[in-house]
């Protein structure tokens, strides 16, 4: 499978490098966007800022590689965070526009894309509900199951419409996936307060969280409550949006081993790929929505589906 899997993304990016415009745009890398700027010697000078502190780093061609760049430390001796994945590939196809790291064993570790919003929030923001949107049952033992649903618009618990926050730092999101959760006045509502939403391999567990010990997010600690819902709606597998969301946010790095085998496995899974691990042939068959291909030659993945096999296998090994 390993050899296989390697052919097709490989294979595929190396068709992918078409020349693109980095200088002028906003990139994000999950949790900050950063400026290009185009210097007179042809380097591309990247900087963000992070609730006062400048983090930059230069982009340096190199000769002979398309679309192949080198990473330097700033001039101005500002943070580096992308000092220890020094190569680079600018990538580009179907709508995503992509630099892609790599460290030196080869190993993709980060990804920043180019968007057309500036604001690091809002971009965090919509790729982590992109991660919950579905619809879910509750899996709690002698209680009557009731419906989460959670969409672009509204979240909703037993047909109760819940208005949440999504809870941000000084325009950034420090620890996606704490929500404040208001009172819904006349109707009970078990989920008012402030809770931590944990994907796991069935759905979501919201974790309550005691706010008292402190104003900062790290500050606060498990209060004891937790509600466990399994998803449902599964015609396209329990991780559909990995095959639709670029997994540049790394909250998939907070998934066990065992889930995260299955989360990179499902993206080959949706296009039929036939598995010779016997485990993971035996889970995929038992999917309603899984169609085998005749051949696994067939399998095709988009730019954003191999970048996202690859920042999986990363967290992976990184274990």
Known sequence: MKKVLSTIILGLCATLGVQGQIAGGNWYNGWLVYSANLQNNGNILMNGMAE?????????????KKNAYRVTDSPNGYVDEFHATPHVQHL??????????YNDKNQLEKVMTNEADWDAENISKERWLAQVYGEYASEEENDVEKVLRWD?????LGGIVLHYELLTFNGLIIDTGII??????GSANELEGTW??????RGLDFIALDTSKGTMPWDWQPAGTKYTFGKTDLDQGRFAYSSK??????????????TLRIMRNEIMARHGYRFQSKDLQEYFDKQSWYKPAVSNASVKLSLLEQLNVELIKSVEAAE
């Not at 672009?152 to 909703?156: A, P």
Request: one cysteine or more; charged letters at 30%.
């Open 152 to 156: 672009q618009h509204s979240l909703s």
């Open 52 to 64: 006062g502190e400048e983090h930059e780093f230069m982009l340096v061609p190199v000769a002979g």
């Open 92 to 101: 580009k196809d179907n709508g995503l526009d992509a630099l892609c790291f």
């Open 196 to 201: 931590k939403v944990v994907a796991t391999l």
């Open 180 to 185: 404040q959760i208001d009172e819904v006045p």
């Open 245 to 258: 969301v670029l997994l540049n946010d790394k909250q998939f790095g907070k998934l066990d081993k065992k």
